[in-house]
């Protein structure tokens, strides 16, 4: 039921998904794609969005952040630092994910329903 749900979230927000291009998302497609759910990323590491704003990351060293969407972007905040780093994020109708950083770097990954 909730992959249903995700993809039509994804193809309602996105005109022209079903052409698998890469599409930016606006903050609403940011909040409703991210909230509570799971991003494996490709290259192993996975990370999970809390609608209370946290997320947790689980790599070889597991750390809890924050997240938001703010202005078009995903921000995220990762203690003890107190900058907030933001990025484009890229979907497509196959629930991949893409974040893209000012200087370039990128991170994909797919959502993953649980």
Do not use: K, N
């Not at 995220?76 to 900058?83: D, E, G, I, K, V």
């Not at 994910?97 to 200087?103: E, K, Q």
């Amino acid at each position: 039921m909730r992959l249903a749900l995700v993809s039509a979230l994804i193809a309602g927000l996105w005109p022209g998904a079903a052409r698998a291009e890469w599409v930016r998302m606006d903050a609403a497609g940011i909040t409703g794609a991210l909230t509570d759910m799971l991003i494996v990323y490709d290259t192993g590491p996975t990370q999970r969005f809390y609608a209370s704003g946290r997320t947790f990351y689980d790599d070889a060293r597991p750390s809890w952040g924050y997240w938001r969407a703010e202005a078009g972007q995903y921000c995220s905040q990762w203690p003890p630092a107190s900058a907030w780093a933001c990025y484009d994020l890229y979907g497509d109708e196959t629930g991949a994910v893409r974040f893209v950083g000012s200087a370039g770097d990128e991170y994909t990954g797919r959502l993953v329903v649980e």
